[in-house]
């Protein structure tokens, strides 16, 4: 972890926001996947969802309402992050004798821009993580296919930048290019969204919206299409 | 004994999943290879500089990405689905009435997915070893890693075995590993996440474990001629913990 050779004094500055951004791009995304493989792919697979057929709620009703549980479970767990981070700089407060620990009116503003831009992020791959959950045959491979997804992006984002470098002479389609990596986006295009560069929010803002509505649609179709008799 | 290893062999490899993780396995030795293709060197990820690839470093070399997918995330879902998904699903209900003692099935399953992981690494040195004769420079002498003294190519051949043996070996490290946590998490899904936490974080108490993750630079070390003691000694250690928890786990499991 790059914070962990930062003096507890400079780390106690913005740590609700540097927190985040050091676990954004794998450990969210791994408990994001999670959630969804344990909300789609377990009672898909289970049969138990054939049981929950049997009421009287509409296939695509059962669709969303899982979607929107997951979605407001990110949140929550992105509002129990900045909690506990913000415990956390409390208890460095008294331990390390810090006396400006407390946020001040600009910081809450970045660190509510930068939850915000967060949360569009894992609501992208939280969509991507729904299809892949959808077509799974296990829980397990589910999983595994997002750990493979995030890794590959990690470590293969330079490759994939030389492909959006054919376009660098429109920033907007290459930010929209780069950033269909989510993890990429996540560790490099929400620290630039932050210092006020439109091509980069309206690049992040199609790529979340085409996500949601690309893969959400994807999973969505297999969801009510499946006839779940095997 | 030979029956039921076969039989579970079957049940792995019979799966269409099975086959797809193995066929994405291959695309993604396919596709590294090809990006040292495109680059002509390796930037090592430790610091130790670049590398020039060649017809003798490259079946070698390109498992230090390989190295951690498999190792991270590809095997677990073969593991897991195999020790979690068989015990979760009430499979092994139905297939214990076989007249088999019960710690056959165990050693069975164990060999199976073994045998499978050797059939990966296999794999890889077979691509790494055609590709690096057919597409990179053939070179009559290659630098051993850490090392600035040449090597002649019957070094090679030795080293690049050596290097193969020993990450089958960490790969089955992974697999006692995953055994003894699935034997007390039958569900996958919490036995994949609590694997992947304790791969990501025991390093912290003792450096070499980082195999469980990243095991590239941890062989590398350990190849050097003067050994690495420390690596030898947390393989071998956790083989031998897991080995004995999840035997016993085993034997006194309600199925």
């Given amino acids: 972890m790059r914070t962990r050779e930062v003096p507890v004094e400079v780390l106690s500055l913005n740590f609700v926001v540097t927190g985040l951004r050091e676990n954004l791009f794998l450990a969210c995304n791994i408990a994001v996947a999670a959630l969804a493989a344990a909300v789609y792919t377990e009672e898909f697979r289970s049969g138990q969802l054939r049981l929950l057929f049997v009421r009287r709620f509409t296939r695509g009703q059962i669709f969303w309402s899982k979607l929107l549980v997951l979605n407001v479970s990110i949140l929550f767990l992105l509002i129990v992050f900045a909690v506990s981070s913000q415990v956390i700089v409390e208890v460095w407060s008294l331990s390390y004798d810090i006396s400006d620990a407390g946020l001040s009116g600009s910081q809450g503003l970045q660190m509510l821009e930068y939850y915000g831009w967060a949360l569009a992020s894992l609501l992208a791959i939280s969509s991507f993580y729904c299809f892949i959950a959808m077509y799974s045959k296990s829980v397990t491979y589910a999983i595994g296919v997002c750990m493979v997804y995030n890794l590959g992006s990690l470590l293969f984002d330079s490759l994939y930048l030389k492909l959006a470098s054919f376009v660098s002479h429109i920033p907007y389609l290459h930010n929209v290019i780069a950033f269909m990596i989510v993890p990429y986006m996540q560790h490099t295009g929400l620290d630039r969204s932050l210092m006020g560069n439109s091509s980069v929010n309206g690049a992040i803002i199609t790529v979340v919206s085409l996500y949601l509505i690309f893969f959400t649609w994807g999973a969505y179709r297999r969801f009510v299409t499946d006839d779940y008799l095997y | ?255």
């Fill in chain 2, 1 to 255: 004994m030979l029956a039921i290893w076969q039989s579970e062999m079957e049940r792995i490899w019979n799966r269409k999943s099975t086959l797809l993780l193995y066929i994405a396995y291959i695309f993604l030795v396919v596709a590294i290879i090809w990006s040292h293709k495109v680059t002509g060197t390796k930037v090592l990820r430790f610091g130790e500089g670049t590398v020039v690839v060649n017809n003798l470093n490259l079946p070698w070399l390109m498992m230090s990405e390989v190295a951690l997918f498999l190792i991270t995330a590809i095997l677990p879902i073969l593991y897991v689905d195999q020790l979690s998904g068989d015990l979760y699903s009430g499979a092994y209900r139905l297939y214990m009435l076989r007249p088999y003692r019960r710690f056959q099935f165990w050693l069975a399953k164990l060999l199976a997915l073994s045998a499978s992981t050797v059939i990966f690494m296999g794999t890889s040195l077979l691509i790494g070893v055609f590709a690096g004769w057919l597409f990179f420079p053939h070179s009559s002498t290659f630098l051993k890693y850490g090392s600035s003294i040449a090597s002649s190519p019957s070094d090679a051949v030795l080293y690049i075995l050596s290097f193969y043996l020993i990450l089958t070996l960490v790969c089955l490290v992974k697999l006692m590993l995953s055994s003894a946590v699935c034997l007390f998490m039958s569900r996958p899904l919490f036995a994949y996440i609590v694997i992947l936490i304790l791969s990501v974080f025991l390093f912290d108490l003792f450096r070499p474990l980082i195999m469980l993750m990243d095991p590239f630079q941890q062989i590398m070390l350990a190849l050097r001629v003067e050994g690495s003691f420390n690596f030898w000694m947390c393989a071998g250690g956790l083989v031998l913990v897991s080995i004995m928890i999840s035997f016993t786990r085993w034997q006194k499991k309600i199925i």
